[in-house]
């Protein structure tokens, strides 16, 4: 069966400090994992999202997260948090086995970002 | 590009009316469009896959007759909320996938609406 688990429900960080976000994944097949971000009341934006090419993949707005397949991980990053990256993010998985596939929400990570 | 728009954005209407949620993709054709309810902050629960040109497929314990959905084109689904009532009000998101795309490709989401029953 695929799930994912964001394993944080509220991050709060200080503005210019690192942002991790954690996600864990379980797919039997070759995943396709994506992270996506919404402001309150918004639709969804993409931010990065891995489909088996290289395993560091680089996103908007200075985020990035690394696939991590004997940690079933893909944890997102950003080196120095913004008052702007303040929302709501949610890692996705595809297990990717048929064009009818659907994809798989994480419970989502509030982000905080303290002035 | 993979623009895909919602209308209306917010609706507030009476118990027992009916309300339609357009969502278009903009700058590509898409045959299949996903149909999702967001409660407050909550992740989002697909309601129902819509292909155009059949029956959408609605998830374990959605009501299609509640949930009425239509993809009459490439380009266009429509979800009705007939009879609406205070528990349907939510925040509705649709999203596309882009044709002849597989699961592995992104879906591309609307902005969303934010539907209230009085």
Same mark, same amino acid.
């Given at each position: 069966a695929q799930?994912?688990?964001?394993?944080?429900?509220?991050?709060?960080? !200080? *503005?210019?400090?690192?942002?991790l976000l954690r996600c864990n994944y379980s797919s039997s097949y070759s995943p396709s994992l994506f992270w996506y971000v919404q402001h309150p009341n918004k639709g969804l934006q993409l931010l990065l999202k891995y489909t088996s090419a290289a395993t560091l993949v680089k996103g908007i707005n200075g985020f990035e997260a690394e696939f991590k397949? !004997? *940690?079933?991980?893909?944890?997102?990053t950003k080196p120095s948090a913004h008052m702007s990256d303040a929302a709501e993010y949610f890692c996705v998985v595809t297990p990717g086995y048929s064009s009818a596939s659907k994809i798989i929400f994480g419970s989502g990570t509030r982000l905080s970002i303290r002035p | 590009g993979a623009v895909v728009s919602q209308h209306p954005s917010r609706v507030i209407c009476k118990s027992g009316t009916s309300v339609k949620i357009e969502c278009r993709s903009l700058d590509f054709?898409?045959?299949?469009?996903?149909?999702y309810r967001q409660f407050p902050k909550q992740s989002l629960m697909l309601m129902a896959t819509s292909n155009e040109g059949s029956k959408a497929t609605y998830e374990q314990g959605?009501?299609?007759?509640?949930?009425?959905?239509?993809?009459?084109?490439?380009?266009?689904?429509?979800?009705?909320?007939?009879?609406?009532?205070?528990?349907?009000?939510?925040?509705y998101i649709c999203s596309a996938r882009l044709f002849g795309q597989g699961a592995y490709n992104e879906q591309f989401f609307g902005p969303g609406?934010?539907?209230t029953v009085l």
């Open positions: 799930s994912v688990t964001q394993l944080d429900s509220h991050v709060s960080v !200080s *503005e210019g400090t690192p942002v397949k !004997s *940690e079933t991980s893909f944890h997102l | 054709q898409a045959t299949t469009m996903f149909w959605v009501e299609k007759d509640k949930f009425l959905i239509n993809h009459a084109s490439l380009t266009l689904s429509t979800l009705t909320v007939t009879s609406a009532h205070p528990e349907d009000s939510s925040f609406t934010r539907l």
